[in-house]
């Protein structure tokens, strides 16, 4: 079992930036991927980026490519999302995911995993 803290969410103007951070407990961090989905109002849970046990392989959905960047600290058991050129369309709960199994980012985009209870941000236009 893993247990996955969110913080950093907020309202925010939109062209503007946040960092969103994940502490993760329970588990070795080191050796599963991680990655962040978000939900929004009366849409699918959907995958945004993910990043390998080792940090050297990285995957992010099109809508946020060249935008978000997703980062881990193994030393700190936390994993970030930094979000640049934010659009009012980003706004949603953001969940931190850890793979329950695996170690690369398939295994956090389309297995199984531990959920954190989300954070929410908010872009206005």
């Known amino acids: 079992q893993v247990q996955l803290v969110e913080s950093g969410g907020g309202l925010v103007p939109a062209g503007e930036s946040l960092r969103l951070s994940c502490a993760a407990s329970?588990?070795?961090?080191?050796?599963?991927?991680m990655g962040w989905f978000r939900q929004a109002p009366g849409k699918e849970r959907e995958f945004v980026a993910a990043i390998g046990s080792t940090g050297t392989t990285r995957n992010y959905a099109d809508s946020v490519k060249g935008r978000f960047t997703i980062s881990r600290d193994n030393a700190k058991n936390t994993v970030y999302l930094q979000m640049n050129s934010l659009e009012p369309e980003d706004t949603a709960t953001y969940y931190c995911?850890?793979?329950?199994?695996?170690?690369?980012?398939?295994?956090?985009?389309?297995?199984?995993?531990?959920w954190g209870k989300g954070t929410p941000v908010t872009v206005s236009s």
């Open positions: 329970g588990r070795t961090f080191s050796g599963y991927a």
């Open positions: 995911a850890a793979s329950q199994s695996g170690s690369d980012t398939a295994s956090v985009r389309y297995g199984m995993n531990y």
